[in-house]
């Protein structure tokens, strides 16, 4: 007779559960998704991920009310080239108009602002700040010419970087080198920007004659077939067209502060659309006086000289 077996081999070996729940989800990065044990290595070695500098320059762009079509053009002209700025709502152009601009560049998270300031429905001014800290200049805008009036044959890709291009008399003093950095960190778009696009196909130029700072827009034009397509470095084939829009900015004061503080630097030839107009109305009034005295002398001069009477006045009367 067999032995009977134990009663622990009678029973039947349980299958294994699977394991029904979701491996760990790795942790997310700036770089991307990283496995658990990269994870653990960074951890252990106590080693930062690299950091990447990130340019967030951003320019608000606003005018003051009673502003004239010409200059509001000029304005929507100068978003649509700045892919970086801001668009903010109309601000009164008071004394304490530099305080509201500030909480509003604030507000909306700017470093910067162009704030077009229009006096007397012809006038334009322009404020360019770097905010909160300063510094701040203020032009007067003159030979203001917009892209719909000029009708240009220029047209370049919306939101595109541009090339920043300076006379060399930018390198001349002081104020001058303070004005061409301030243009650099307000037009230059801030690379790999949300709204640029990753190329250049437009130059900005700024030259300065007769103490005024004069603006282009050129477009890079390369004309050639699909078959035909140029060598890299044929600058020889390439063309600039305007595009637009055109004007002068003639500075007036720089303040160390934004929108006011200490006065950095003054014109000294900077002379005030008011005292031109005043001289032009002293130059027409005087005109009008001469031609008053002019009568006068004439009528004194026939008094005093009267003519002879002629005897032959009555001859053919009769």
């Not at 510094?135 to 220029?154: C, D, I, Q, R, Y």
Request: hydrophobic share 30%; charged share 30%; with cysteine.
């Amino acid at each position: 007779m067999g032995k009977k077996r134990k009663h622990s081999e009678t029973q039947t070996a349980e299958p294994k559960k699977k394991d029904e729940t979701a491996p760990e989800r790795p942790k997310r990065s700036l770089f991307g998704w990283k496995d658990k044990e990269e994870v653990q290595q960074q951890t252990e070695s106590n080693t930062d991920p690299p950091q990447v500098f990130r340019n967030k320059e951003k320019v608000m762009v606003t005018c003051s009310r009673r502003i004239n079509y010409r200059y509001r053009h000029l304005m929507l002209n100068m978003v649509s080239l700045l892919p970086h700025c801001k668009k903010d709502n109309k601000v009164e152009s008071r004394s304490s108009k530099g305080a509201t601009l500030n909480e509003l560049i604030e507000l909306r998270g700017c470093s910067s602002a162009l704030f077009f300031e229009c006096r007397k429905h012809q006038d334009l001014y322009l404020w360019m700040a770097r905010c909160p800290n300063g510094p701040s200049v203020k032009f007067l805008v003159n030979a203001v010419h917009t892209m719909e009036e000029l009708k240009l044959t220029g047209n370049h890709l919306k939101g595109s970087r541009p090339l920043l291009t300076f006379s060399s008399n930018f390198e001349k003093d002081a104020h001058w080198k303070l004005l061409k950095e301030m243009i650099i960190q307000i037009f230059g778009t801030p690379k790999e920007h949300r709204k640029s696009k990753p190329y250049h196909d437009h130059v900005f130029v700024f030259s300065i004659a007769d103490d005024h700072i004069w603006f282009r827009n050129y477009q890079i034009s390369v004309p050639h077939n699909e078959s035909d397509k140029m060598v890299r470095g044929g600058l020889d084939k390439m063309t600039l067209v305007e595009v637009g829009p055109r004007f002068c900015l003639n500075p007036i004061k720089i303040f160390a502060g934004s929108f006011g503080g200490p006065t950095l630097y003054e014109n000294p030839f900077y002379v005030s659309p008011n005292q031109i107009r005043a001289l032009e109305k002293r130059q027409k009034a005087g005109k009008y006086a001469k031609k008053v005295k002019a009568k006068t002398r004439r009528k004194m001069h026939e008094l005093s000289n009267p003519l002879e009477p002629d005897e032959f006045a009555d001859m053919w009367r009769e």
